[in-house]
């Protein structure tokens, strides 16, 4: 027990090192199989990593839009402004308008949709009658949080596992949405997160000598939505729905007053002949009509007799199974209060990294950090030439790497470039500290006793200290901030400071008290 007690911080080091081995290699660890958001799977380790090291999308964009701030309502309800606003703008629609009240009495005015310019919203504001504090370009807290919940609920809903949306910030202020998908094709991403996502279905029918539309559904208007199927004999593709027991003897009652559930059912031309049609249900996605059908003769009789509304089940049918699945996909998601600004002429960008690619930079980084070993090894070895001092010291320095790597592993923290670029810096500034111990230790020649290597290891420690301290102090603001990639070189770089001071630093001194010194 005497062995122990007096060299405590060594076995304290071993034990951590074996959990650290444990996390990385225990299939108990992320028991289930599941994989944290944004990562992929390393397979034989439990590490994960990010989309550097393991391929797939990332895209970075803000919103489109423009917003007035400390707007006066003067009573006016929300709908009206909108509708105010709207009509001031000319092909701006109403859905593109969000007003969001901050006081009984004012609040803020978006717009967005693409081309529109604070000068213009101002202006709208104005010739509406309504006052402002100030217009700017970009939009809410509120519509931005709205965007990051509406896009993770798209991308699980499509299923691609992994995918994460956040805000991020940059230091200048500006905004933007970052979302990343492992595994995923580019264009598919782009497509899916580029959509708006608005869902209805309009009645269209004859009236007079000419035809109306109708909104007679909406997202709100469902109880549940179902799969996409592939449909098949003599059926297209199509999504089951359900619609609310509260809103289908209203759709029930529209459905025969237009005629899509007459006598004997609706047969729909709309797509041939538009002019000449019977009454018609169209399957509208972002104010384009993606299919339009009509009625069975049975549903229409079933709609007729009121029995319909007992049991209210629809479905939307489309052309092909990839618009039933983005259909269902949106009506579980909910539609986009604005689109990230991603076209040619965006502000935002969009990457692809090949699976293939990512294995390469796990090589390339395998490769770096093995080269950086050994040359570290190799000039401690020519700076002291005694094994007693200079293994120690490259053993303790990559026991902080292994503890590193089984906390990533035991947290699921996705491995990139940048973190890697943190593990060599741990590598070099943690032997770097080991080296100010071993000088400052054997300065003055052989040590004579514990007491002098305590007293000249309390002097390396004081300095090795305030190093720490000053670089955790520079690492903290980019360890907070969103900054992308630095953000997980900061971390690491900290948690390497922080368990070399607390862990490996002493207990590479108490292996050099054990090699040099004797007992009192």
Avoid: H
Avoid at 70 to 91: K, S
Avoid at 201 to 230: C, K, M
């Amino acid at each position: 027990m005497g062995v122990v007690r007096e060299n405590w911080r060594i076995f304290l080091l071993i034990v951590v090192l074996l959990g650290s081995v444990f996390a990385l290699f225990s299939p108990t660890v992320g028991e289930g199989g599941a994989e944290a958001p944004g990562v992929a799977s390393s397979g034989a380790t439990n590490l994960q990593y990010g989309l550097q090291l393991s391929g797939g999308t990332r895209i970075r964009a803000p919103l489109v839009g423009v917003t007035a701030t400390e707007v006066e309502f003067g009573g006016a309800e929300t709908p009206q402004i909108e509708r105010d606003v709207a009509g001031q703008l000319g092909d701006v629609s109403v859905a593109d308008v969000i007003v969001r009240p901050t006081s009984e009495t004012s609040g803020t005015v978006e717009v967005t949709t693409d081309g529109v310019t604070p000068e213009q919203l101002g202006t709208a504001l104005d010739e509406a009658g309504y006052s402002y504090d100030e217009t700017r370009d970009g939009v809410t807290e509120q519509t931005r949080a709205q965007t990051v919940d509406i896009l993770s609920d798209k991308i699980n809903e499509a299923g691609l596992s992994g995918g994460t949306v956040q805000q991020i910030q940059t230091p200048t202020g500006e905004n933007f949405i970052l979302i990343e998908v492992p595994d995923a094709n580019r264009q598919r991403v782009v497509d899916l997160v580029n959509q708006r996502g608005n869902v209805r279905v309009d009645a269209y029918y004859p009236s007079g000598d000419g035809y109306e539309q109708t909104t007679v559904l909406e997202r709100d208007d469902f109880q549940s939505i179902g799969n996409a199927q592939q449909g098949g004999e003599g059926q297209l593709p199509n999504v089951p729905v359900v619609v609310r027991e509260d809103v289908a003897p209203r759709f029930q009652e529209q459905m025969v007053q237009s005629g899509v559930a007459g006598q004997g059912g609706s047969r729909c031309s709309y797509s041939a002949s538009p002019n000449s049609t019977d009454a018609c249900l169209l399957l509208i996605v972002d104010g384009q009509v993606v299919n339009s059908f009509g009625m069975s003769p049975g549903l229409a009789a079933n709609m007729q007799s009121g029995d319909w509304a007992q049991d209210p089940r629809f479905i939307l049918q489309t052309q092909n199974f990839s618009e039933a699945r983005q259909v269902a996909i949106n009506l579980r998601a909910g539609a986009l209060p604005a689109q990230l600004d991603i076209g040619p002429d965006g502000e935002g960008t969009s990457s692809f990294i090949a699976p293939s690619q990512g294995q390469q930079f796990r090589t390339d980084s395998l490769l770096t950090g093995i080269i950086a070993v050994f040359a570290v090894a190799g000039v401690v070895f020519l700076r002291y030439g005694e094994i007693e001092v200079a293994l120690p010291m490259i053993v303790t320095a990559l026991s902080e790497v292994v503890i590193l790597l089984g906390f990533a592993a035991g947290i699921g923290y996705p491995l990139d470039l940048s973190v890697i670029a943190g593990f060599i810096a741990v590598i070099g500034t943690g032997v770097d500290d080991l080296i100010i111990i071993a000088d400052e230790v054997m300065a003055e020649g052989d040590v004579n006793s514990r007491r002098v290597f305590q007293s000249r290891f309390k002097k390396a420690f004081w300095v090795i200290g305030a190093a720490a301290a000053t670089t955790i102090i520079a690492m903290s603001p980019l360890a907070v901030l969103s900054l992308g990639d630095l953000q997980g070189f900061a971390i690491f770089t900290i948690l390497g400071v922080v368990v070399g001071v607390l862990l490996t630093r002493p207990a590479y001194g108490d292996i050099l008290r054990a090699l040099l010194t004797r007992d009192d």
